[in-house]
């Protein structure tokens, strides 16, 4: 209903170091629900913390952070924000503990109001992995709308998010230039 649904997708450990998340978010206002809203996130907020991908409702600029221990927290913060409600596709990527964490919105990298180096590998929990939502199950849901998510086990080029941007338009990712380093896809569609 773009207020508080969610969808669990398993315990899994699927992230375990460098990494890439895709997917299209569509905001169903500028206003509403929690401050902090998930897009993809295996979080408890207590000490299971892997990682969280998630957009910041007042000033709708995007967020990650990744855990290596449960815990402390490797954070960035992009200060380009989505104002409005239309579709955007949202990249997240954290390329290990050598290089700074990177952002793309539709097919351009962010600017950052704060940028730290990833992780070199993700925490492992028995905490689910939630699409458009958190381990707290009546906290933290996307108020919007989410499809194509994809998850890559490598840092996909800029060359390779435009690819999957596509123009404005979801692509098959079946197709795509690193398909072979796709690890997970839930099309949603």
């Not at 450990?13 to 460098?18: A, E």
């Not at 892997?50 to 600029?61: C, R």
């Not at 990833?118 to 009546?138: F, K, L």
Request: proline fraction near 1%; glycine fraction near 8%; hydrophobic fraction near 30%.
């Amino acid at each position: 209903d773009g207020t508080d649904d969610y969808i669990n997708v398993g315990t899994g450990n699927i992230l375990t170091g460098v990494y890439s998340i895709s997917m299209w978010i569509k905001r169903t206002a500028t206003s509403g629900g929690d401050s902090d809203q998930a897009l993809f996130s295996k979080d408890n907020t207590f000490t299971h913390r892997s990682f969280n991908n998630y957009l910041d409702q007042s000033s709708g600029t995007l967020k990650m952070w990744q855990s290596a221990n449960g815990s402390s927290l490797s954070v960035t913060q992009s200060s380009t924000a989505i104002t409005d409600t239309n579709w955007h596709h949202v990249v997240y990527i954290n390329p290990g503990s050598s290089a700074n964490c990177q952002m793309y919105l539709d097919g351009t990298e962010v600017s950052y109001s704060s940028q730290n180096a990833g992780v070199s590998s993700i925490h492992t929990s028995a905490i689910d992995n939630m699409i458009g939502g958190h381990y707290i199950a009546t906290s933290y849901q996307f108020y919007g709308s989410i499809s194509n998510v994809s998850v890559w086990n490598t840092n996909l080029t800029s060359v390779q998010i435009t690819e999957i941007y596509n123009n404005g338009s979801p692509s098959n990712l079946s197709s795509h230039s690193a398909t072979s380093s796709l690890i997970s896809w839930w099309k949603l569609n």
